[in-house]
């Protein structure tokens, strides 16, 4: 699922990618939980810490939202800020939809089934615009960043939490082997799911950039006061940064 296996066709690449998505909605959370070792909650919630609201109560956008499980993170700590989630991928707003409800979180969102490098958003709407587990899937990171400042107020934020490998890290090679190996057997073994998806995943998270180019590829785009911070043995990053005040 490399984008170059697709002539560099966005378009092409894009509907790979939600097909597969379609295809692992009913188990994508339990099989997240399970290979985090339950994580993943820690890490969704360090996110919604970060998150800013320029006016009360706050307007949040969780981009690639898939089955919901940020923005749930994201109530829990904003109980009555607006959120706002978007994906491609019917099935999955479909878990979301339930798992809201079934929490009793699903007043005051909004589920929209759309293209992140085309939200169909009014410019400034939201004071964070946040991404989790799902900057790894977009083969244009500076068109995505643009849109994303677009659809920040003035002095708002963007959070993207995501997994990467850390070659220089002590345990790389226990990482290695647990995302190459153990991940996709784990997931055609016990949860029956698209091993083939799974597979794409744990490659998808070894090859994805080292947290400092992201950082600079957000200071690039035009973000001020880029940060990040890494969790759990260097498996899980949060980057952030600012739309500037000026709007430029």
Known sequence: ??????????????????????SVSERYD???????????????????RRLVAREYP??????????GEQLLAI???????????????PPMLSVA???LAKHGAHEGVKLVLGDVYNPPF????????????????LPDREAF???VLRLLKPGGRFLALELFFDSRNLLAPFHRFHLATISPWLAGRFFYSNGKAYDYLSRSIIDFPHPAVIMDELEEAGFKGVEYHTYT????????GQKPLNGA
């Open 122 to 137: 009014e410019p400034s709407s939201f004071d964070s615009v946040a991404i989790s587990f799902g900057l790894r899937n």
């Open 30 to 48: 339990l099989l997240s939980h399970f290979l985090s070792f339950g994580r993943d909650h820690f890490w969704r919630k360090a996110l919604a």
């Open 145 to 147: 960043y643009r849109e």
């Open 58 to 67: 706050g307007s949040f956008l969780d981009l690639a939202t898939g089955s």
């Open 75 to 89: 109530r829990k700590l904003w109980p009555y800020a607006e959120l706002t989630g978007l994906d491609f991928s």
């Open 1 to 22: 699922m490399d984008p170059s296996a697709y002539g560099n066709s966005l378009r092409q690449y894009s509907g790979s990618i939600q097909s597969m998505f379609n």
């Open 233 to 240: 043995f260097q498996a899980a990053m949060l980057v952030w």
């Open 97 to 99: 939809r339930e798992k």
